[in-house]
């Protein structure tokens, strides 16, 4: 959602003749980093159900469903455009494919699916009773499709990265890698919302549905905190992404802070539903085995929620450093700083109604408006751009047109962006590089 633009130039042929771009090449254009659109609207109808002020009056639960509703259009409109797109132009498929960056934005689909489902189970059928059982089941089938689509990007994405012909560097390398971790553990999130509301159906379905959430988070978790470990020590050899690559250094907050949301949700839910008389396990027959269970997996949200506040402060700073430094031009990119947000603020919320603490909620509810704002102020840029149609740019394209190599489009970008700076880029004040035992440059 965020980062495909440090990897790809600015061509001016695209952005000269954008008034005069056709509905066709509107339609060629449109690229699947526009999903990320629906992750950051369904975030904010999230954020308007818990929100721990008003939360059940009249007026609260209208505006979640009135994002609600204009995220279902949006992901309806958005996957008819993608449909029709690769109908029209079947080639771009492989092109798509093949671009070491955009291609992780496929896994924006699966993405934006959870957030919808997540709200038709806790807004329409918990809080206003519609659809009961069947309505619940339909939703549990779409789960499992999406599980499906999460696993498919996740192990696809990465296994096409480790055998790509050309490997990614470290200078090339973005916190984007961690779109495929996102799907897994905002899937899994969506598991541990319908297992308490399958509960009451029928406890076989949802303990597997619990026992798979478990299973998605856990291995997102890991990968997530691998995938960080490799971003921290790029941003510390080569520096702060230039240009709007800076928008990629709030993504750790997305699967580091939905992680948590979901290990607290598994706790509450198992808290519940154990003990367990089932066989002879000692485990599951304990009394004390649900509470156990809810306590550590409050402390790990709570450790996680630590985590994402750090990179949170780091993220504040980077993106203060590089304003200061130079002027970021408005993208489709930036949508990608609203999700990431719109979860820290959906985890600091979730621990301040288990906890009952004054300081999360407090803290919760203002950066849940701060999201809000955010996404006010991107929203009406974004329109006016889709008006001129200067939004409507497929980095992919960018790239198959230009004929180079990405390492070659990377540097084309930095001086891009070091040419409407009025102090020396970020990259340019880190000249040196680190070189590996082999004389290979990191």
Known sequence: MIAFSACSPEPQDFMADSSNKTFRDVIRHFSPAWFTVNM??????????????????????????????????????FTVLSVVRFIMFPELWGILCR????????????TGAITLL?????????????????????????????????????????????????????????????????????????????????????????????????YLVSIGLSVNLMILTVYLLRLIVRGLPSGTGIYSIFLPLGPTGRA???????????????????????????????????????TLALALWSLESMWLFFAILGMYTVLRQTRVPFKLEIWGIIFPNGVYANLTLSLAKTLDSPFFRVWGSIYAVATLIMWCTVATRTLALVYTKQ??????????????????????????????????????????TLTLDDGEDF
Request: net charge negative; proline share 5%.
């Open 260 to 298: 948590g949301y979901t290990i607290l949700l598994l706790g509450q839910f198992f808290r519940a539903v154990l003990p367990l008389p089932y066989g002879s396990s000692e485990l599951l027959t304990a009394v004390t085995t649900g509470e156990s269970v809810s306590v550590m997996c409050t």
């Open 99 to 110: 671009h070491p960056v955009e291609r992780l934005f496929i896994c924006a689909f699966p």
């Open 118 to 214: 997540a709200i038709a189970v806790s807004l329409i059928h918990e809080d206003y009773s519609l659809g009961d059982k069947p309505f619940l089941y339909v939703i549990w089938a779409f789960w499992w499709l999406d599980v499906a689509g999460s696993v498919l990007c996740f192990f696809g994405t990465l296994h096409g990265m480790m055998i790509a012909h050309k490997h990614p560097t470290m200078q090339t390398m973005t916190s984007a890698w961690l779109l495929p971790v996102i799907s897994l553990i905002v899937t899994s999130s969506g598991g541990a919302v319908l297992s308490s509301s399958l509960y009451r159906y029928s406890l076989n379905h949802a303990l597997v549905t619990a026992a798979f959430s478990i």
């Open 391 to 432: 939004i409507f740019e497929a980095p992919s394209l960018v790239t198959a047109v230009e004929g180079k190599p990405e390492s070659e489009l990377v540097s084309e970008r930095m001086f891009m962006d070091a040419a409407t700076s009025t102090e020396p880029s970020q990259h340019f004040l880190r000249s040196e």
């Open 40 to 77: 950051s609207t369904g975030i904010l109808s999230i954020l308007f159900h818990d929100f721990p002020y008003g939360a059940e009056s009249k007026g609260m639960r209208i505006a979640t469903l009135a994002f609600f509703l204009l995220n279902l259009c949006l992901y309806i409109l």
